[in-house]
């Protein structure tokens, strides 16, 4: 029987990147700058942290850290379930997430996704419907500023077209530009836009209270966007979901439900996996792996290295930035 080893150096990796995060700041981050930013310097409240089974489910399922989602809604809400003004008015976002009025069609579409069933506007004071579009919306940001956890927060509060023409503009400098925001709005009748230090006062809340299991995965040095399920760390073993790995290195993916059985074929090699069986095989020639094939988010998710080694794409483990490297 022969015996590949998985991603990661175990669970000794998820300690240590754990412990050393929050002295220098958030793992995968890349880009601008946050030393000058004061992070993790206060404490999330009991209202706030009440929610956080639900931050770490969203923040697993879309590579979101669930400490970022807690230290949002603190900045927004503190936990409080807005939604109406003293004086009986609406506010324009609603909800522990704060989600504006004008992602209703968004939120609509998104509930469709995930659950067969449009959310209404009402939807947003629900946090079991909130946190996890919020933690789409997060996800979809840094996916698109490769990273930039600076850009990912301040999109989340003057939303990505404000923000893309300010960083059109400065460049470099965009942080010092967010003060000048208004003048970037089309049809605002406000003299402000935004928080102009939305960065700095989310940090501020970033703590480790939440266990953070996410993996990120480059390819050739690409950042890769996962649809509804991220990779996530399982006993030290980087998992992915199937058909999102076989996907990106070509090859072809099939399920067969009744013997929870996923298979994956590219060229001359046949790799066979099934769902709670710490065994696979290339061309029928089992091998010892150290994480089964496993069910999550109706996502069949497997061993990254396993199938990437087997399919001979180089796999590099970065332990300091939670990242998973592919080249081929």
Same mark, same amino acid.
């Given at each position: 029987?022969?015996?590949?080893?998985?991603?990661?150096?175990?669970?000794?990796?998820?300690?240590?990147?754990?412990?050393?995060?929050?002295?220098?700041?958030?793992?995968?981050?890349?880009?601008?700058?946050?030393?000058?930013?004061?992070?993790?310097?206060?404490?999330?409240?009991?209202?706030?942290?009440?929610?956080?089974?639900?931050?770490?489910?969203?923040?697993?399922?879309?590579?979101?850290?669930?400490?970022?989602?807690?230290?949002?809604?603190?900045?927004?809400?503190?936990?409080?379930?807005?939604?109406?003004?003293?004086?009986?008015?609406?506010?324009?976002?609603?909800?522990?997430?704060?989600?504006?009025?004008?992602?209703?069609?968004?939120?609509?579409?998104?509930?469709?996704?995930?659950?067969?069933?449009?959310? %209404?506007?009402?939807?947003?004071?629900?946090?079991?419907?909130?946190?996890?579009?919020?933690?789409?919306?997060?996800?979809?940001?840094?996916?698109?500023?490769?990273?930039?956890?600076?850009?990912?927060?301040?999109?989340?509060?003057?939303?990505?077209?404000?923000?893309?023409?300010?960083?059109?503009?400065?460049?470099?400098? /965009?942080?010092?530009?967010?003060?000048?925001?208004?003048?970037?709005?089309?049809?605002?009748?406000?003299?402000?836009?935004?928080?102009?230090?939305?960065?700095?006062?989310?940090?501020?809340?970033?703590?480790?209270?939440?266990?953070?299991?996410?993996?990120?995965?480059?390819?050739?040095?690409?950042?890769?966007?996962?649809?509804?399920?991220?990779?996530?760390?399982?006993?030290?073993?980087?998992?992915?979901?199937?058909?999102?790995?076989?996907?990106?290195?070509?090859?072809?993916?099939?399920?067969?439900?009744?013997?929870?059985?996923?298979?994956?074929?590219?060229?001359?090699?046949?790799?066979?996996?099934?769902?709670?069986?710490?065994?696979?095989?290339?061309?029928?020639?089992?091998?010892?792996?150290?994480?089964?094939?496993?069910?999550?988010?109706?996502?069949?998710?497997?061993?990254?290295?396993?199938?990437?080694?087997?399919?001979?794409?180089?796999?590099? /483990?970065?332990?300091?930035?939670? %990242?998973?490297?592919?080249?081929?």
């Amino acid at each position: 029987m022969k015996k590949i080893l998985t991603a990661g150096t175990a669970v000794i990796l998820s300690a240590i990147t754990s412990a050393a995060a929050f002295a220098a700041g958030i793992p995968d981050h890349r880009g601008t700058s946050l030393d000058a930013f004061s992070i993790g310097t206060s404490k999330v409240s009991s209202k706030v942290s009440q929610y956080n089974s639900i931050f770490k489910q969203a923040g697993d399922q879309f590579g979101i850290d669930p400490n970022i989602l807690a230290a949002v809604c603190m900045q927004e809400s503190g936990g409080v379930n807005y939604q109406y003004r003293s004086d009986g008015s609406p506010y324009p976002a609603w909800g522990i997430m704060q989600i504006e009025y004008t992602n209703n069609g968004s939120f609509a579409k998104f509930g469709a996704d995930q659950t067969g069933c449009s959310w %209404t506007p009402e939807d947003r004071l629900d946090p079991v419907k909130a946190v996890p579009y919020a933690a789409y919306l997060l996800s979809e940001a840094l996916y698109k500023y490769d990273c930039d956890y600076a850009k990912m927060l301040q999109s989340y509060n003057f939303g990505p077209v404000v923000l893309d023409r300010i960083i059109a503009a400065a460049g470099d400098n /965009w942080l010092a530009e967010r003060a000048n925001a208004v003048s970037y709005v089309n049809n605002w009748p406000y003299k402000t836009y935004g928080d102009k230090e939305y960065v700095e006062h989310v940090l501020r809340y970033y703590r480790n209270n939440i266990d953070y299991v996410g993996s990120k995965v480059r390819l050739n040095g690409s950042l890769v966007r996962f649809d509804n399920q991220y990779p996530i760390i399982d006993g030290g073993t980087t998992m992915i979901p199937v058909r999102a790995i076989s996907e990106m290195l070509g090859a072809d993916v099939g399920w067969d439900p009744s013997e929870q059985h996923v298979y994956i074929s590219s060229g001359d090699k046949l790799i066979d996996l099934y769902v709670g069986v710490d065994k696979g095989y290339i061309n029928d020639e089992p091998y010892d792996i150290e994480c089964s094939a496993e069910l999550v988010n109706n996502r069949v998710l497997v061993p990254l290295r396993f199938v990437a080694e087997a399919l001979e794409v180089s796999v590099v /483990w970065n332990g300091e930035t939670r %990242t998973v490297e592919l080249y081929k």
